[in-house]
């Protein structure tokens, strides 16, 4: 609980200056007496009392005012407390050290609302106060109770507190944005996830939400972090509208569902307040009520917009803080791109090697294989062995096949990542291949005609599905096989079904379904986020494949 309140008080002046305030009208309310009791008659005594009571509470209920009544208001309540303390400066002995704790957090808000120029009218405002004080001599001021030091120590505290806690915020940011550059590549989530997570802790958020798109998605996504976990959240275009189309864009704001103002800075660096109603109408939509701060993230393929949950009052301090931590996050993602293209062009050169060696050895070796099965074809083309001519060609078929498969392989590093494919084309080029090289049926079974994915994952469909396909072969004589595939929201389905031969291998007696014990189909869907299960029909056997369309990304 002490570790939240000198935290709170660093995150800025408003809750000390309420603090200094309160403590400072109790001191002077209760030795109105003791000070004035010789000067003052009884009834200007209670109007001074009464003063100084409604002084302290009105502003206590500063911080409650939202832009832009409360952005018109405090530069009149500071220059209001400063005459308070001034004056208590001027004629009030007694209360001088309490007076000067109190300008403290005046000249504190005071640079923080308008700039550290602020400081130097303070400064000599003082210096006014303490000259004209040898002068003024209208009332005559009696000793204050000794018990009145206490509130001097009392604001020592809350100064000291302030600070500490201020610098304990500073280094956790600096800290927390050091930390996030050296994750580089090093995390197991997604991008969105990830980012949501780490701000959603630092700032002890009530939610945070990530909107963002990609340059080559026309489609914005929402990650959205609350006490109900992570997850993505759908947004409709009219919300998604209202919550991106912000501006100015860049600037860090803070709102409030209460009020249809936004608080931020201008290009000047002057608080300013926008209005927004459609944003505050979505965020109250979407959230529910509250506070909370926003900004714009733009890096690389991503850009979107953090919202943050947190009470944090209608203070400038808090538009630094978003700065800061969208500093930290801008350089994180640029980090993260670069260490992403560095690994891209790694794998690329890594491939084109890889490609040479290969091109040098495997292709070569196929190549040979398929000159001397044509001799071998040429050769027996005038006997009469039709049956073994008919092998020979199919064999030589097979050859070229793969020939044309694994060039396309060594190629494929050359592509974009981002580039799309056909899978319904891949998947009947797979099965044509399939039935070729193993001398069996293999049909596609399509439920869409057309169904686009991304090149790597039709690569990784066509992995599995040969290897299903094998295991059929090899360990139930499948002479007759059946690829079914089917894209569901952000799945492909697969299924294949096979049909033994004459002579099926023997099985053992089970029933019901269980997990697929292929270790190559299980370690290759394990790092893709996919699952196999098994299933054991009266006179068929059915693979059912799951994995989704978007593949994470490589934890290497």
């Not at 009218?121 to 000793?143: K, S």
Request: proline content about 4%; aromatic content about 8%; glycine content about 6%.
């Amino acid at each position: 609980m002490m570790d939240r309140l000198v935290l709170w008080l660093g995150r800025s002046p408003t809750l000390g200056f309420a603090i200094s305030r309160v403590a400072f009208s109790v001191a002077a309310i209760w030795q109105t007496d003791a000070l004035f009791g010789g000067s003052l008659s009884f009834s200007h005594i209670i109007l001074l009392k009464t003063a100084i009571g409604a002084w302290a509470l009105v502003n206590i209920a500063q911080p409650l005012l939202t832009p832009p009544l409360g952005l018109f208001l405090r530069p009149i309540f500071l220059f209001i407390d400063l005459l308070v303390f001034l004056a208590a400066i001027i004629i009030c002995p007694p209360l001088e050290n309490a007076a000067m704790g109190g300008l403290f957090f005046v000249a504190w808000s005071a640079s923080d609302r308008f700039g550290r120029n602020a400081l130097i009218i303070l400064g000599a405002f003082l210096a006014i106060a303490f000259l004209l004080r040898g002068h003024y001599t209208v009332l005559h001021v009696r000793a204050a109770d000794p018990a009145i030091d206490g509130l001097t120590v009392l604001l020592g505290c809350v100064i000291a507190a302030s600070l500490l806690s201020a610098s304990i915020l500073e280094a956790r940011l600096i800290t927390w944005s050091e930390r996030l550059q050296a994750v580089g590549l090093s995390f197991q989530k997604s991008l969105a996830q990830f980012i949501v997570e780490q701000v959603s802790s630092l700032m002890n958020a009530r939610y945070c939400a990530f909107v963002w798109e990609e340059t080559d998605d026309e489609d914005v996504h929402c990650e959205l972090s609350n006490a109900d976990g992570i997850g993505r959240v759908p947004l409709p275009s009219a919300q998604v509208d209202k919550l991106m189309g912000v501006t100015p864009r860049e600037a860090p704001f803070l709102y409030s569902t209460q009020s249809a103002n936004l608080l931020l800075r201008g290009r000047q660096g002057l608080l300013r307040h926008e209005k927004a109603d459609q944003l505050t109408e979505a965020l109250l939509g979407l959230f529910g009520p509250g506070q909370g701060m926003s900004f714009y993230v733009q890096a690389g393929e991503l850009r979107g917009r953090l919202f943050v949950g947190t009470r944090h009052g209608w203070s400038p301090a808090a538009l630094l803080r978003a700065l800061r931590i969208q500093e930290g996050i801008d350089l994180f993602l640029e980090r993260h791109f670069f260490f992403l293209a560095w690994r891209r062009k790694t794998f690329s050169e890594a491939r084109h090697a890889l490609s040479r060696d290969l091109h040098d050895s495997v292709l070569q070796t196929l190549a040979a294989l398929r000159v001397r099965l044509a001799t071998m074809i040429h050769e027996l083309s005038d006997a009469d062995v039709p049956d073994q001519l008919s092998e020979l060609e199919s064999m030589e078929a097979l050859v070229t096949a793969e020939q044309t498969h694994l060039r396309r392989l060594l190629s494929h590093g050359d592509t974009s990542p981002l580039a799309t494919v056909d899978l319904a084309v891949e998947a009947e080029r797979c099965c044509r291949f399939i039935a070729l090289q193993w001398a069996i049926d293999c049909r596609p079974n399509l439920i869409e005609k057309s169904m686009m994915v991304s090149a790597a994952t039709a690569t990784e469909v066509e992995f599995l599905i040969r290897e299903a396909a094998a295991n059929a072969v090899k360990h139930a004589n499948a002479r007759h096989i059946t690829v079914s595939i089917a894209q569901v929201d952000d799945e492909i389905l697969i299924a294949l079904k096979d049909n033994p031969g004459s002579t099926p291998a023997p099985r053992e007696s089970y029933t019901g379904d269980f997990e697929l014990q292929s270790q190559s189909i299980m370690k290759r869907l394990s790092k893709i986020g996919g699952t196999a299960y098994f299933h054991n029909l009266s006179m068929n056997s059915l693979i059912s494949i799951r994995l989704p369309t978007t593949l994470p990304r490589s934890t290497i």
